[in-house]
């Protein structure tokens, strides 16, 4: 099973900005709000960590960050980040997927990651991923939200999702698949849903992106 088949290397210039703009802000937020769930001397590896400004927030709180991508241009973005604030952060150009640190981590860190793959693909690497963080551990994940209600709901959040889904799809970015449940992926995995909130991209409950704090259990 192969998993280097979704470089971000050709939009990662612009890819932070497309994501605030198509959900209003909201992608950040579930991002921010990691930073609770992470102590000072945490071991952090942030998974396809892309280039977002959450990875270096944990560093200045003092997390010891590891971050991996697949596309060299995203950890640079990162990498000059850390160097204008003078701070560091173990960076590996790579799949993710054939990672074995000699140590497990405190927090994985997994944002809009496995939403690129399908089910099948989705399953194994959430299962590595799994495997990384230390019993009693915790993974902290961010993606869109499965629909919150009846069948308006689920027509509302397939509205949103589906076209972008496509899009990206048809660009190279990622499978086609529909919203992942996380709760029923992770918990058989020993991880134990410890809060789900939701941030809404317009009025009303749906659509939504997720963040979620799971913890390994013990
Ligand atoms: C949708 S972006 C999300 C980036 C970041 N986590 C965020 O929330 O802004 C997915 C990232 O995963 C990276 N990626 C894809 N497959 C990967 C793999 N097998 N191992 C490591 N990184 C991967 C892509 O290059 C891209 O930067």
Same mark, same amino acid.
């Given at each position: 099973?192969?998993?280097?088949?979704? !470089?971000?290397?050709?939009?990662?210039?612009?890819y932070d900005f497309l994501a605030a703009v198509y959900s209003r802000?909201?992608? =950040?937020?579930?991002?921010?709000?990691?930073?609770?769930?992470?102590?000072?001397? $945490?071991?952090?590896?942030?998974?396809?960590?892309?280039?977002? !400004?959450?990875?270096?927030?944990?560093a200045r709180f003092g997390a010891r960050v590891t971050s991996i991508?697949?596309?060299?241009?995203?950890?640079?973005?990162?990498?000059?980040?850390?160097?204008?604030?003078?701070?560091?952060?173990?960076?590996?150009?790579?799949?993710?997927?054939?990672?074995?640190?000699?140590?497990?981590?405190?927090?994985?860190?997994? $944002?809009?990651?496995? $939403?690129?793959?399908?089910?099948?693909?989705?399953?194994?690497?959430?299962?590595?991923?799994? !495997?990384?963080?230390?019993? =009693?551990?915790k993974l902290l994940l961010t993606d869109f939200a499965r629909p919150? =209600?009846?069948?308006?709901?689920?027509?509302?959040?397939?509205?949103?999702?589906?076209?972008? $889904?496509?899009?990206?799809?048809?660009?190279?970015?990622?499978?086609?698949?529909?919203?992942?449940?996380?709760?029923?992926?992770?918990?058989?995995?020993?991880?134990?849903?410890?809060?789900?909130?939701?941030?809404?991209?317009?009025?009303?409950?749906?659509?939504?992106?997720?963040?979620?704090?799971?913890?390994?259990?013990?």
């Open positions: 099973m192969r998993f280097d088949s979704y !470089s971000y290397r050709s939009i990662a210039r612009v802000g909201q992608i =950040g937020a579930t991002k921010r709000m990691q930073i609770d769930s992470i102590q000072t001397g $945490n071991r952090v590896l942030y998974a396809g960590a892309g280039a977002g !400004s959450e990875i270096l927030m944990a991508d697949l596309a060299q241009e995203m950890l640079d973005r990162v990498a000059s980040r850390f160097a204008r604030e003078g701070l560091s952060c173990e960076m590996i150009c790579g799949d993710v997927s054939s990672h074995k640190p000699d140590e497990l981590y405190d927090v994985v860190v997994v $944002n809009y990651f496995l $939403n690129l793959f399908d089910l099948e693909h989705a399953r194994v690497m959430a299962r590595h991923l799994c !495997s990384l963080v230390r019993p =009693g551990g919150s =209600g009846g069948p308006i709901a689920a027509l509302i959040c397939e509205v949103y999702y589906r076209p972008i $889904n496509w899009i990206a799809w048809a660009l190279g970015f990622c499978a086609l698949h529909p919203i992942l449940d996380y709760e029923r992926l992770l918990e058989p995995m020993g991880f134990r849903i410890h809060s789900a909130r939701r941030f809404p991209v317009l009025i009303g409950a749906n659509p939504a992106y997720v963040s979620i704090v799971a913890e390994r259990n013990p």
